[in-house]
């Protein structure tokens, strides 16, 4: 056990056992509520302090209740939830990168009743540590007081404190105090905890002016010593002293719009008025709100003058599908499940796929099936449907799945859903099989089939019962981790990630394939999961979301970003398999891990292209329905929208043709992943011609960088030859060095030999030859070291290469013996003839 998480856990054990030492009050006296008298100051003066409260006015436990109407996010994402003393040092700085001071941290449980409220309890140590901040700003050096908030968290990293990858700045959510999200965080009531070490502190009595707590314009006010809550909702500030004190923790901006308890149309008039203004993507889209407005309005007003349930569903669900945006979406219901069901139980016994070549072909037939028995053959180009060209008709399709950011997703259910119909539809399909001199135009009758439609699925074989995170070393020595969920246990799915990477790293595997294809998101770990891939911070992009106050889409904080982990590196290549199955979340994972340069991503499709935030646009509506949109966006450094429309495109794309779709479909290969493998076998920039060759560096650079043990191109080599091997004459030496982006190298060749008397013999007979991407290098451009060495005398040539420009480079270093020698260590004659150590330097980014 490390000796910092001791003492966290000592100062845990030290919060219990003050709470819990007996006391003599009874109940109702531990549980009453002792206002401190504090009159309003002008500001930075301090008024006298009220008089010293005894120890059994001192608050010592805070219970209460934690508001959640968003279910998933507090029991999914908050798993291994609790509630803690969080330090408002960050908040009082204004400094959205403050961590939690690890040895400070008190730690309380959640508990969940049967009816799935959660309550908290937590108790207070006698003294807190956190640091003190002097906020009465009366120009004065004084001590300060301490400031916290009780707040619900949850662990992910390792021990169950909070770590600087857990935590930033202060929580906007589950808080004692309120949190104005929109507002920069910004805190605008509720209540929280001062500890103050005497009655000589000041602390604000009201937000002053500016509206804004801990700046110049407070007025202010002295604070007892101890502990003191106080009350931002009360103007002046309530202060008070309670034993026992109930609080209650605040969902912020993960709380659920209830508009449940009105009226169809009026629930849809509050629905739409928000959202219009909220969601991130209007311009981005082109949306005209109006006329989404006065198409939909009516038919809610209808359906609710005639308590016609059916009607409004259906407006509800067709109003979701007019905006293009894969993360907007309506509640599932009986009379959708009905509908549903009715509409598509109805197949032809093939499936169809569109190929890079715009054909449109069978790829799935089932043997009995109406299209079998009408003599449509696997690989059958579709041409027709109902008289219209296939491409039109496959366009007109309005998938169940609707709506899509992505054209991409769109038209992959498209190709699905144009083959449902009803139990018993007929369609006049035209088609040519593999082959056939002409076309055949038939007419076929649906059945009730869901054969098909399955196995079109974008989840196909996919299995829940799965950890959220598995690996395997492939035979090829190649690592292989597929993450297919981030919304389980999020503890769980970090330490298997990290576990998945130690042995990555322990079994030297040369690259790593994290699978994707089949994940629907979750938590965004991207830049977590990068961590183990960098060696310097990187920073990602920010989050922008609308704010009342200004009336623009804003960000405020410091980026998502990636930077070192502490413990694991892995510097192999990295590829990423995606589909349109890798969605929201899971975009944030292939996005992130694409931007490295050691990464490649290899797919049919990208990714499915939603990448607006939902937690803060969440609805319930009349009817028992919900509905999502979302009401943020991210933006790369550079400020582009990113993912959203267009997914994580594939930077190998896997070629849609007969064979791969046979492969796939038919012989039941993972054609993706064997395309990977194949690829990944050759290194990042293989055949790749550079657009310059490396820069040689001066002599006098080469010696520096040589006497600093910078790396011999040797070394990085994948390969490595015995003794034996390099004593053959008549014989090319390769080595692969692959390279994520450019770095310092040194070229060295050298010769080393028993005693002076070989040194001058050996030399004598040997010639060299360098060459740079076919060009020569003069010898006298190496740097030369000779002396004696390990009690061998030596001659090495050497020089400094940097500035590699990415793609493959070709470095050849030609050793003739013009005669057989013997270095004097070795038993036998080297044989007269050459030598070629010839070097492929493969440089990614």
Not at 587 to 598: C, D, K
Request: aromatic share 12%; net charge negative.
């Amino acid at each position: 056990m490390s000796k910092i998480k001791l003492i966290a856990i000592l100062v845990s054990l030290t919060a219990i056992l003050v709470a819990c030492s007996p006391k003599t009050e009874t109940v109702a006296e531990t549980t009453a509520q002792i206002p401190v008298e504090v009159a309003a100051a002008p500001t930075g003066e301090i008024l006298e302090a009220a008089p010293e409260e005894t120890e059994a006015e001192q608050p010592v436990r805070i219970t209460g209740a934690i508001e959640i109407s968003n279910a998933m996010i507090a029991e999914i994402y908050f798993y291994q939830r609790f509630v803690m003393l969080e330090d408002l040092t960050g908040f009082v700085k204004r400094d959205y990168e403050y961590e939690q001071p690890l040895e400070a941290q008190i730690l309380g449980p959640v508990m969940i009743s049967e009816e799935g409220e959660f309550n908290f309890s937590l108790n207070l140590p006698a003294q807190p540590i956190y640091p003190f901040n002097d906020v009465d700003h009366d120009n004065e050096d004084d001590r300060g007081v301490q400031i916290m908030q009780i707040v619900m968290n949850a662990n992910y990293i390792d021990d169950p404190f909070l770590g600087k990858d857990e935590t930033s700045g202060w929580n906007p959510e589950y808080t004692s105090a309120r949190i104005d999200s929109e507002n920069k965080d910004e805190i605008f009531g509720g209540v929280i905890l001062v500890w103050s070490p005497d009655d000589q502190q000041g602390f604000p009595t009201s937000f002053g002016e500016d509206g804004l707590l801990f700046t110049e314009d407070d007025p202010t006010g002295s604070i007892p010593a101890g502990y003191t809550l106080v009350n931002l909702d009360q103007q002046p500030f309530e202060f008070y002293k309670e034993e026992q004190a109930d609080l209650t923790l605040y969902e912020g901006e993960l709380t659920v719009n209830d508009l449940s308890a009105m009226g169809w149309s009026e629930g849809f008039e509050a629905l739409h008025n928000q959202i219009s203004i909220e969601y991130p993507f209007t311009e981005m889209k082109g949306i005209d709100w109006d006329a989404i407005h006065d198409e939909f309005a009516p038919r809610v007003a209808d359906a609710e003058a005639d308590n016609d349930e059916t009607a409004y569903y259906l407006a509800l669900r067709d109003y979701s599908w007019s905006i293009p945006d894969g993360h907007v979406g309506l509640s599932d219901s009986p009379i959708a499940s009905e509908i549903f069901d009715q509409e598509t139980a109805g197949g032809f016994g093939f499936a169809i796929i569109g190929l890079d070549d715009r054909r449109v072909i069978a790829h799935i037939v089932s043997e009995e099936g109406p299209a079998a028995e009408a003599g449509m053959l696997w690989g059958a180009e579709i041409l027709q449907w109902n008289g219209v060209p296939i491409l039109d008709a496959i366009a007109e399709v309005l998938p169940w799945s609707l709506p899509f950011s992505s054209e991409t997703s769109l038209r992959v259910q498209q190709y699905r859903y144009l083959l449902r119909t009803p139990v018993g539809a007929e369609v006049e399909v035209t088609f040519q099989n593999p082959g056939a001199d002409a076309p055949t135009t038939v007419v076929l009758k649906s059945i009730a089939e869901r054969e098909t439609f399955t196995a079109t699925s974008i989840f196909a074989g996919f299995d829940s019962n799965y950890l959220p995170v598995e690996y395997a070393i492939l035979p090829n020595g190649f690592g292989y981790i597929k993450i297919s969920s981030l919304s389980d246990d999020i503890s769980l799915i970090i330490r298997l990630w990290e576990w998945a990477i130690q042995r990555m790293i322990a079994n030297e595997a040369p690259a790593i394939i994290v699978d994707l294809r089949q994940n629907s998101g979750g938590s965004p770990l991207g830049t977590y999961f990068a961590s183990f891939f960098v060696q310097e911070r990187l920073d990602i992009s920010r989050s922008y979301y609308y704010s009342e106050k200004s009336g623009e889409f804003e960000t405020f904080g410091p980026p998502d970003y990636t930077e070192p982990d502490d413990k694991l590196y892995y510097d192999g290549q990295l590829a990423v398999l995606v589909s349109p199955a890798c969605a929201s979340a899971c975009e944030n994972v292939a996005y992130v891990l694409g931007e490295l340069p050691q990464t490649r991503v290899f797919g049919f499709y990208p990714t499915d292209g939603i990448f607006g935030e939902v937690a803060r646009g969440q609805y319930l509506l009349p009817g028992g329905y919900s509905f999502q949109v979302p009401t943020g966006m991210t933006l790369d450094m550079g400020g582009n929208i990113v993912i959203e429309g267009t997914g994580v495109a594939p930077d190998v794309r896997v070629p849609l043709n007969e064979e791969t779709v046979h492969a796939e479909y038919v012989d039941g290969r993972d054609v993706v992943l064997d395309f990977a493998l194949e690829v990944l076998s050759h290194p990042l920039g293989a055949g790749v011609t550079p657009e310059h060759s490396p820069r040689i560096g001066s002599k006098s650079k080469s010696e520096t960088a040589f006497q600093a043990e910078t790396d011999w191109l040797d070394m990085l080599a994948r390969e490595t030859y015995e003794e034996s091997e390099l004593a053959q004459a008549g014989r090319t030496y390769i080595f692969t060095i692959p390279l994520n982006t450019s770095r310092d190298l040194m070229w060295v060749y050298a010769w080393c030999t028993a005693d002076e008397e070989h040194f001058t013999d050996n030399w004598a007979k040997i010639e060299l030859i360098f060459t740079l991407n076919g060009a020569v290098i003069p010898i006298e451009d190496f740097a030369e070291l000779e002396g004696v060495f390990g009690g061998n005398h030596c001659r090495a040539y050497y020089a400094l290469l940097n500035d590699w420009a990415v793609g493959e480079h070709i470095l050849t270093t030609t050793v003739t013996f013009t005669e057989p020698l013997n270095d004097g260590i070795a038993s036998e004659d080297f044989p007269a003839g050459a030598h070629v150590f010839e070097y492929h330097v493969y440089v990614a980014r």
